[in-house]
């Protein structure tokens, strides 16, 4: 009898025993990060989500790669999906939302303008010459550095052959030059240091080539980089949503095969991945990030990511992308393939309701960059907001 209970209890511990080993190998594989799939020879590939077909792009780095000219922004810390970056700060420390300041009637499109010094955002001398200097000449006298402060400093060359305003080049001989330093950019205004910095330079330059420098007033421009200044801190907004895994972590290989669907392919730096511009060479016109730690760790596969984020700095990319249509097909197609929910920075989710209103925000900051001729994505746009 004894020995028969004894049997029996031996049975029953090792069936607990056994369901309790199966219950933890269960819960172990459930919540251990998903991975990529192997991909199926005898499949069709399947078309991303803008139309284009073939291999993942993400598994092929000669394919596609990120453009070389590139909005730098990854997606961190903020408040809502639309945020200003407030002007004389990096990007990613502080916002504010910018929501009020849009409020102008839409003006027709501006036509682009072209590259190098415009008056619209540069401080710009003049260099006037007896006669003319030679391109090589012009780069000797170059200074060493192209800044003046935080602001871009740039010095331009009449090309007497052409006629035209160009950077000076070997061979080229010019009639005229121009020097310029930036009134604004995302570190702030042109205070009078820089300005003064920006004096020294060009006199230093003008006196190597034997010319006369022509300064504007220090007080205007300085009052005009201000007022520049003010209006790109009201008008620079990104957009940031955060992707988050509602119950299985994801594995590098696993997002990186889901973002390649949908026309993501790697960026400059690990943990970040752009989706390009319709023009080679523009901003992307999205950027996805994670965890840089699990981008560069020994074994991937065994890294854990939970939530991504996707962001869209909105002056570095044309009105033509229709970028916020794709970052909500963007968004809406990852969470469905990879389960994840879309949530704003604070992890909170965002309902299809909060987007129009984000989106109808956007219309209006588009017609006040154009209305004050620095389109989305111009190259005075890139400049100023960079």
């Known amino acids: 009898m004894n020995s028969s209970l004894l049997l029996s209890l031996a049975i029953t511990g090792g069936l607990v025993l056994a369901a309790i080993v199966a219950y933890n190998t269960w819960t172990l594989r459930r919540n251990e990060p998903k991975k990529a799939q192997p991909p199926d020879p005898s499949a069709p590939s399947a078309p991303s989500a803008f139309g284009a077909a073939g291999m993942d792009p993400l598994l092929d780095p000669i394919l596609r790669q990120e453009p070389s000219l590139d909005g730098d922004l990854a997606g961190s810390a903020g408040a809502s999906p639309l945020e200003g970056l407030d002007r004389g700060q990096d990007p990613h420390d502080h916002a504010i939302d910018p929501s009020d300041a849009l409020r102008m009637p839409a003006p027709a499109h501006m036509a682009e303008r072209r590259p190098g010094l415009d008056p619209l955002i540069d401080v710009i001398a003049t260099l006037t010459m007896e006669g003319v200097v030679s391109g090589d000449a012009a780069l000797a006298a170059f200074p060493p550095t192209r800044r003046a402060g935080s602001k871009p400093f740039a010095i331009e060359g009449l090309n007497d052959a052409t006629l035209t305003w160009e950077t000076p080049a070997p061979g080229q001989r010019y009639r005229s030059f121009q020097a310029g330093v930036q009134l604004a950019n995302r570190m702030g205004a042109l205070n009078e240091i820089e300005f003064s910095e920006f004096v020294m330079k060009t006199q230093a330059f003008a006196d190597a080539i034997n010319a006369a420098p022509d300064f504007p007033d220090m007080l205007q421009e300085v009052a005009r980089a201000r007022e520049l200044d003010q209006f790109a801190g009201d008008h620079d907004a990104q957009l940031l949503f955060v992707l988050r895994a509602r119950q299985a972590a994801w594995s590098p290989g696993y997002l990186l095969q889901n973002a390649a669907r ?104 588009y017609d006040q960059l154009d209305a004050r001729d620095l389109s989305a994505g111009s190259v005075l746009a890139r400049r100023l907001f960079s």
């Open 262 to 365: 949908v026309g993501f392919v790697a960026g400059s730096m690990p943990g970040r991945l752009v989706l390009p511009a319709s023009t080679p060479g523009m901003p992307p016109v999205l950027t996805l990030g994670y965890d840089t730690q699990a981008a560069l760790a020994d074994d991937p596969e065994q890294s854990a990511i939970r939530d991504i984020s996707l962001s869209l700095d909105v002056p570095q990319v044309h009105r033509s992308e229709q970028a916020f249509a794709r970052l909500r097909d963007v968004g809406a197609a990852l969470a469905q393939a990879m389960d994840g929910v879309l949530c704003d920075q604070n992890g909170q989710p965002l309902p299809a309701m909060a987007m129009d209103p984000i989106a109808a925000d956007l219309e209006l900051l």
